[in-house]
């Protein structure tokens, strides 16, 4: 699994994470981030672009070193509008920031591989300011009960094969657990097989 997930799994998640629906999805989900903004799982870059003006500087989490290649040019075009860049560590279960440090943070196709969910969600509410928001782009259990018994069936194939993601998080009720307010939520499937496609879009509140 070495060189597959280390070295041809970022550049597939590259390529089936910039299809047209999936891009106009980022700018939505990226719109209303302001401030210090902690990106986890940054991948190559493909929010980026579609940060707004209003962001005073940008904090990465990413564990692949061949996705932070394939990111470069983005973070040095971000940095040519002006806005700083850093990485900010390699697991997002343990953010090295100190405590309510950023005014928002950005999660797309992150949560659904993070191993311990509940750890990763407690870091980000320990680190966004109170009632900050967390921006997120996820996919994960359908509600559609033929469907989601189908994730449930190929969860332990698709964790193999995807380093570790998983079909069949609830993402919403996994945030109301740890203790984020959902302010806005959009639930749909994009085009494609519906075991995989099934998106959570929206934004979550530090209401601590």
Do not use: K
């Amino acid at each position: 699994m070495g060189l597959y997930s280390e070295h041809i799994l970022p550049r597939l998640n590259e390529f089936a994470l910039s299809r047209e629906p999936i891009l106009a999805a980022r700018r939505r989900v990226a719109r209303g981030l302001q401030g210090v903004v902690l990106e986890i799982g940054l991948g190559s870059g493909l929010n980026l672009p579609y940060y707004p003006a209003d962001v005073t500087r940008v904090l990465a989490v990413e564990p692949s070193p061949v996705a932070r290649q394939l990111a470069r040019n983005r973070i040095e075009q971000l940095e040519q509008s002006a806005i700083p860049f850093a990485w900010s560590g390699l697991d997002g279960q343990r953010l090295g920031l100190e405590d309510a440090s950023v005014d928002t943070a950005l999660t797309t196709f992150t949560l659904c591989t993070i191993p311990d969910l509940a750890l990763a969600l407690s870091e980000l509410r320990r680190v966004i300011r109170p009632n900050g928001a967390l921006h997120f782009l996820e996919h994960g259990r359908s509600p559609d009960r033929s469907v989601a018994r189908w994730q449930d069936r190929l969860n332990p194939l698709q964790r193999r094969i995807a380093a570790g993601c998983n079909l069949n998080r609830d993402l919403p009720q996994r945030l109301r657990e740890a203790g984020f307010c959902i302010d806005s939520l959009d639930a749909y499937y994009i085009p494609g097989p519906r075991f995989a496609g099934y998106f959570f879009e929206g934004r979550a509140r530090n209401c601590c």
